[in-house]
């Protein structure tokens, strides 16, 4: 079984930041996909950003690009999410996920198979 844990968030204004953790447990994830995602209120849940464990690959939303950074600590089994510049449209519950499919990095949330669950980032103007 694999086991996802966020934290980092909190309450930041706006052009402030914040460095999200996900540890990650349970089994190796050499060949995972890694991926963290953000649910507004009212909104579906959506695709920030991913990698692969390796690093090798990274993937971000438009909304995201040039503002957020996904890397992983691999000795710590630890991906993080750190977002710089933040907006009040940034404010969500952020998932950690993983996708145990390996290959291409995806964006639809039916695709991973493990989640964490959630922390709070709310971004005051």
């Known amino acids: 079984q694999v086991h996802l844990v966020e934290s980092g968030g909190g309450l930041v204004q706006a052009g402030g930041s914040l460095r999200l953790s996900c540890a990650a447990s349970g089994r190796t994830f050499s060949t995972y996909i890694m991926g963290w995602f953000r649910q507004a209120p009212g909104k579906e849940r959506e695709f920030v950003a991913g990698?692969?464990?390796?690093?090798?690959?990274?993937s971000y939303a438009d909304s995201v690009k040039g503002r957020y950074t996904i890397s992983t600590n691999n000795a710590k089994n630890t991906v993080y999410l750190q977002m710089n510049s933040l907006i009040p449209e940034d404010t969500a519950v952020y998932y950690c996920a993983a996708d145990r499919s390996a290959g291409i990095i995806r964006s639809r949330t039916s695709e991973y198979d493990y989640w964490g669950q959630g922390t709070q980032v709310a971004v005051s103007s």
């Open positions: 990698l692969s464990w390796s690093g090798r690959s990274t």
